[in-house]
């Protein structure tokens, strides 16, 4: 099996299928259970059975089905918000990167200032004063993810920018968006492409993190961070249902970790890229 | 040195007042409306308006922002919306126990990060550096409170070792507060010892590429003296730098940690008062994050300058 005329290694085939099995839950999740999201079909917290294969809930509703319909919403919070903060990042990035001066100055100390206290603290002071709802947690976790995306572009563009190609560019007397889309942006999709894996797997471990603290995505939609929360009280009589949602947000993270690894493998990514997590 | 140390105290303090601004620029400029947020919608413009002076709302931002700081530059945090109660009050015992459970866990982590850090480094490639490399992947994908649950799974309902709630109350004797924070501190443990590991591998090995590494090895000196003796003093100064940043993200660990063990600490405090939308606390627990934070990692950069042996000579 080759992709992109690469041949994939062990690790990165067991992270492309676990990608894929994900997106397929993600995508084709309620065709494939009979039970409805909020739908009680026994006992809470009932054994694994024939009816149900990872048993029920804390409130009787079917393990498997609500894991079906989290993987939707857990899976394109972290993307839409991945997406967004993508757009912010790179294109302010590659502004200061290109215009510099002012422009480079003002974005960078602001971008300082933001990353000198941790990322969660200032997503729960926003909550708390927005509460949360899913456009404001998809908001603010992009913009606060998007200083990381800033950081990258930027030292990428810094290095693109003085090139003859641009240069080239703007002599002809191209304006700002020509440059940024069609002489920076292709030269340094490589290094972002697999950025974009790993801030997904930081996006979605936190929504996940927000959810269980109670102040992510709200019931009665099902996500997995907040289907950890809801079945915790089960872990002190020793029952499973907490971890089968806490294994599916591992497996998934580990998968794309094992795909970004193989990317970077191929495409070492250029100087002062490192990106911190 | 000693005026790079300055320059370096002085920029933290710098940072520490940038951080305020934005903390304040988040809960009071942007929009949001904490009068409406706390009377609910169905309260009356005249009672909205009242609060809003009660609050002080009515005056411009700048003003808000300086009485603020002055209250806090003086011991004076504010009080609750939700109870009234004195914030300053509530915060300091809960500030206690989290620092206690954060330095609990830093006194399990650092040495074991450090010490299998640099043994995986003498033993690069062989069978234990490569199990040690697949433990600690796995361990910095895998969520914070899933590492809780499985520690609770082991060691409460399998062993029965230890509590699987993390009660603390005053008047606890210290041994018992040790005894009841054991899980939280070895979940927190596990989730900065894989990041503190990896660094400390990455920066022996990456001095091990060095020209007079290679010449100890001419000389014919066994991998381990070399690690020992001759990497590891000028790795020194990376390693303590990786460990000062790691603990400041152990900081942050302990919100989700305190939250599965229902440890009575600031993020839980904190995480209660963003459910119940009560502004001043969020704002004061968020500045008691922020003021450790920066403060680790200020002291991280000092710590380096201090251990550099190329900077150690006066000028």
Redesign the interface.
């Known amino acids: 099996m080759t992709i992109f005329g690469h041949r994939p290694p062990l690790s990165a085939k067991i992270g492309i299928l676990i990608v894929i099995a994900a997106l397929a839950m993600a995508i084709f999740g309620p065709w494939l259970t009979p039970y409805t999201m909020s739908q009680s079909v026994g006992d809470g917290w009932a054994p694994p059975s024939g009816q149900n294969w990872l048993g029920t809930d804390q409130d009787g509703r079917d393990m498997l089905t609500r894991l079906l319909y989290g993987a939707s919403m857990t899976i394109g919070i972290a993307a839409a918000t991945t997406v967004l903060s993508f757009f912010i990042g790179v294109t302010s990035g590659f502004t200061a990167a290109v215009v510099g001066s002012w422009a480079d100055v003002v974005l960078s100390r602001l971008v300082d200032v933001v990353l000198s206290i941790p990322q969660l603290i200032l997503a729960l002071i926003i909550l708390g004063v927005f509460g949360s709802s899913i456009p404001v947690l998809i908001l603010t976790m992009a913009i606060l993810d998007s200083t990381r995306v800033f950081r990258l572009s930027r030292a990428l563009g810094m290095n693109l920018a003085v090139l003859e190609f641009v240069e080239a560019a703007r002599m002809r007397g191209e304006g700002l968006w020509w440059v940024i889309s069609r002489e920076v942006l292709p030269n340094a999709a490589a290094p972002l492409i697999s950025e974009f894996g790993l801030r997904f797997c930081f996006n979605f471990l936190f929504i996940a993190a927000l959810s269980f603290l109670g102040i992510g995505v709200q019931p009665p939609y099902a996500d997995w961070g907040g289907m950890v929360r809801e079945n915790a009280a089960a872990i002190n009589f020793g029952m499973f249902p907490p971890l089968y949602p806490a294994l599916a947000i591992a497996t998934l993270t580990v998968g794309v970790n094992l795909v970004v690894d193989w990317l970077l493998s191929i495409d070492a990514r250029p100087s002062g890229s490192q990106a911190e997590m | 040195m000693l005026r790079l140390i300055s320059t370096r105290a002085a920029l933290g303090v710098v940072?520490l007042f940038?951080?305020s601004?934005?903390?304040f620029i988040?809960?009071q400029v942007?929009p949001?409306d904490?009068a409406s947020?706390v009377l609910g919608q169905q309260a009356t413009p005249d009672a909205l308006r009242v609060f809003r002076i009660e609050l002080g709302l009515d005056k411009p931002a700048y003003i808000r922002y300086f009485n603020w700081l002055f209250g806090v530059l003086h011991g004076d945090l504010g009080h609750a919306l939700t109870n009234q109660r004195d914030i300053l009050e509530e915060l300091r015992p809960r500030f206690a126990n989290t620092m206690f459970l954060a330095a609990y866990s830093a006194l399990i982590a650092v040495p074991l990060a450090v010490g299998l850090g640099i043994l995986s480094a003498i033993r690069e490639g062989r069978l234990s550096d490569r199990l040690i490399n697949v433990a600690t992947?796995?361990a910095i994908?895998?969520?914070?409170?899933?590492v809780g649950?499985?520690l609770?799974?082991i060691f409460?309902?399998?062993l029965g070792w230890f509590p699987?709630l993390a009660t603390v109350f005053p008047g606890m004797s210290f041994a018992e507060r040790l005894y009841v924070a054991t899980l939280p501190a070895l979940t927190l443990t596990m989730v900065v010892m894989a990041h503190m590991l990896r660094m400390t591998r990455n920066s022996v090995l990456s001095i091990m590429s060095t020209p007079y590494i290679e010449m100890a090895f001419l000389k014919g000196m066994s991998r381990a003296r070399v690690v020992t003796f001759h990497a590891l003093p000028n790795a020194a100064g990376p390693i303590i730098s990786v460990v000062a940043l790691n603990l400041?993200?152990l900081?942050?660990g302990v919100?989700?940690v305190e939250?599965?063990f229902n440890y009575p600490g600031v993020g839980q405090f904190?995480?209660d008062?963003?459910?119940k939308?009560?502004?001043p606390v969020?704002?004061a627990?968020?500045l008691a994050?922020?003021a450790v934070?920066?403060t680790l990692?200020t002291l991280a950069d000092i710590a380096a300058i201090l251990v550099n042996p190329r900077l150690r000579r006066r000028r």
């Open positions: 940072t940038a951080v601004v934005l903390i988040c809960t942007l949001g904490v947020a992947l796995v994908s895998v969520p914070e409170f899933l649950y499985i609770i799974m409460t309902i399998n699987s400041a993200y900081v942050v919100v989700v939250n599965v904190m995480v008062a963003v459910s939308r009560d502004v969020v704002q627990c968020g994050f922020a934070y920066v990692n």
